[in-house]
């Protein structure tokens, strides 16, 4: 069974500018969450959609944004890039249900110009 | 709003020893379930072991095992035997225990070294 696939590894921004980063979850799973991973805040939950529904939401600004579709693939993106927005970007898959165990992606290394 | 505490920013050991990372938490929950994961220089998340709250047996998973102490709200992890391999940052994680999903909350994280 394939595992959680984010995509890109890697990229590099300008501020101001925007990004968008795509994460599949595993075959079945209907949970994808999103965590920003900094040095300085460690990890921080910023949503959670749920059969294409947004059911969590962390205390982020609206500059961060995501959507699911209908195969359970997520996106989130994100608006007027600033300099504290480099991060490691890490997505969850879960079932969304009972024990709802998370399983990480290699995540997405945003830096920001 | 629950709180995950890790006071160990750094811990090493040699090989084939036994060390114990520390985690606290707080919470007014009953009912809900403590992680710990690894994170090696690769970046992904791996899970070690899980907790459910409502467990007095503390869990095991092959050279890894918790001490699970709910009035103390404290919950380390012992890594047995220890590999390299096993060098990375672990991070200790709370969940509430919901009819829903509710979003892990995470300590900021020990890393520990293996010395060969």
């Known amino acids: 069974k394939a595992g959680v696939t984010q995509t890109p590894r890697y990229l590099i921004k300008t501020r101001g500018q925007q990004v968008t980063l795509s994460c599949s979850p595993i075959?079945?799973?209907?949970?994808v969450s999103w965590y920003q991973q900094t040095p300085g805040q460690g990890l921080q939950f910023l949503f959670e959609y749920f059969s294409e529904t947004q059911r969590n939401k962390g205390n982020f600004p609206g500059r961060f944004s995501g959507r699911q579709f209908s195969n359970s693939r997520s996106e989130m993106n994100v608006s007027t890039l600033e300099l504290g927005d480099s991060a490691l970007y890490l997505c969850a898959s879960s079932s969304g249900q009972g024990q709802n165990i998370q399983y990480f992606g290699a995540g997405t290394r945003l830096s920001v110009l | 709003a629950q709180t995950v505490t890790q006071s160990q920013p750094e811990m090493s050991v040699q090989e084939a020893e036994t060390v114990t990372l520390s985690c606290t938490y707080d919470t007014s929950e009953s009912d809900y379930y403590l992680f710990w994961y690894k994170q090696p220089p690769s970046r992904q998340m791996i899970l070690v072991i899980r907790q459910e709250a409502y467990k007095q047996q503390n869990a095991t998973e092959n050279r890894f095992s918790v001490n699970f102490q709910k009035a103390a709200k404290s919950f380390s992890l012992k890594i047995s035997d220890s590999q390299l391999g096993d060098a990375a940052m672990y991070f200790c994680?709370?969940?509430?225990?919901?009819?829903?999903?509710?979003?892990?909350?995470f300590g900021k994280g020990t890393r520990l070294s293996v010395i060969a």
């Open positions: 994680a709370y969940r509430s225990h919901n009819s829903g999903n509710t979003p892990l909350v």
């Open positions: 075959s079945g799973h209907r949970s």
